[in-house]
């Protein structure tokens, strides 16, 4: 299928590996011109240069906190100076400690907000005027099954990211009219950095294996399986393009069967 998004631009945060890395591998398989971000320089300028050889586009590649102002300004500054505006705009970040409710202070769950939720508005007010200037955009958020269905021991993830989805649906109902989609990708367990720490957190605590761990995770996937970030990719990549034009204000889950819900 031919995605019609050759020449676009993508904004992709948190790139520098995990799902964020396969977004921006899936796009520039597209030929979409990306800009990638992440906390770390020299992590992020390795996967630039990575996706830039291999597939053959252009990559701009900033360090960036998303939860500072300043850094989120200096990402549109230099994205635009390179590229002149912004089409796509995937917003990710990486997840906060896990534990249960009572583990945590209040200030953990305000730092929280601030990583998963508020980071992404920022992000979103920074760059759709672009979008809204050109009527054509593609805001996309990933979040977790945990926004359909809360999981044990990851008290702040659970809580941060269920206002993404109120945030992202009165965003779509508000900007369609000017050709942008929002949507939220809700991934289950795929095989990433994050995923591979619960495992060996839940080891930790448990006492148990590795292959103990994982099995009891896989029992409860239709699939048998844990995802693979490509696979994840390929659903923003799909998100991004005219195909999926009509898919607008959705929360998508990508976990193989696991979320048990009707809705």
Same mark, same amino acid.
């Given at each position: 299928?031919?995605?019609?998004?050759?020449?676009?631009?993508?904004?992709?945060?948190?790139?520098?590996?995990?799902?964020?890395?396969?977004?921006?591998?899936?796009?520039?398989?597209?030929?979409?011109?990306?800009?990638?971000? #992440?906390?770390?320089?020299?992590?992020?300028?390795?996967?630039?240069?990575?996706?830039?050889?291999?597939?053959?586009?252009?990559?701009?590649?900033?360090?960036?906190?998303? @939860?500072?102002?300043?850094?989120?300004?200096?990402?549109?500054?230099?994205?635009?100076?390179?590229?002149?505006?912004?089409?796509?705009?995937? @917003?990710?970040?990486?997840?906060?400690?896990?534990?249960?409710?009572?583990?945590?202070?209040?200030?953990?769950?305000?730092?929280?907000?601030?990583?998963?939720?508020?980071?992404?508005?920022?992000?979103?007010?920074?760059?759709?005027?672009?979008?809204?200037?050109?009527?054509?955009?593609?805001?996309? !958020?990933?979040?977790?099954?945990?926004?359909?269905?809360?999981?044990?021991?990851?008290?702040?993830?659970?809580?941060?990211?269920?206002?993404?989805? !109120?945030?992202?649906?009165?965003?779509?109902?508000?900007?369609?009219?000017?050709?942008?989609?929002?949507?939220?990708?809700?991934?289950?367990?795929?095989? @990433?950095?994050?995923?591979?720490?619960?495992?060996?957190?839940?080891?930790?605590?448990?006492?148990? #294996?590795?292959?103990?761990?994982?099995?009891?995770?896989?029992?409860?996937?239709?699939?048998?399986?844990?995802?693979?970030?490509?696979?994840?990719?390929?659903?923003?990549?799909?998100?991004?393009?005219?195909?999926?034009?009509?898919?607008?204000?959705?929360?998508?889950?990508?976990?193989?069967?696991?979320?048990?819900?009707?809705?």
């Amino acid at each position: 299928m031919n995605l019609n998004i050759k020449g676009k631009v993508a904004v992709i945060t948190a790139a520098s590996r995990g799902l964020g890395k396969a977004v921006a591998e899936a796009l520039a398989a597209e030929g979409v011109n990306i800009a990638i971000c #992440s906390r770390n320089k020299s992590a992020i300028e390795k996967t630039g240069e990575y996706i830039s050889n291999r597939y053959g586009i252009e990559v701009l590649s900033i360090p960036c906190d998303i @939860t500072k102002r300043k850094d989120i300004e200096n990402l549109k500054n230099e994205t635009i100076k390179k590229y002149g505006t912004v089409h796509i705009l995937f @917003t990710n970040s990486g997840g906060p400690p896990t534990g249960k409710t009572l583990d945590f202070k209040t200030e953990d769950f305000r730092q929280a907000i601030e990583l998963n939720l508020m980071s992404m508005i920022e992000l979103v007010y920074t760059f759709v005027p672009y979008m809204i200037k050109q009527r054509w955009g593609r805001i996309i !958020a990933s979040t977790s099954i945990s926004v359909k269905q809360p999981i044990d021991n990851i008290a702040l993830s659970n809580v941060s990211r269920v206002g993404v989805i !109120a945030f992202i649906k009165t965003l779509s109902r508000e900007i369609g009219g000017y050709n942008i989609s929002s949507n939220i990708i809700a991934p289950g367990y795929i095989k @990433t950095e994050r995923v591979e720490n619960l495992i060996r957190n839940r080891m930790e605590k448990e006492k148990i #294996s590795y292959e103990d761990v994982s099995g009891d995770i896989i029992k409860n996937i239709p699939l048998k399986r844990i995802g693979k970030p490509e696979e994840f990719g390929s659903l923003v990549a799909y998100l991004s393009s005219e195909a999926a034009a009509y898919i607008n204000g959705e929360t998508i889950l990508i976990d193989g069967g696991m979320y048990k819900g009707l809705f």
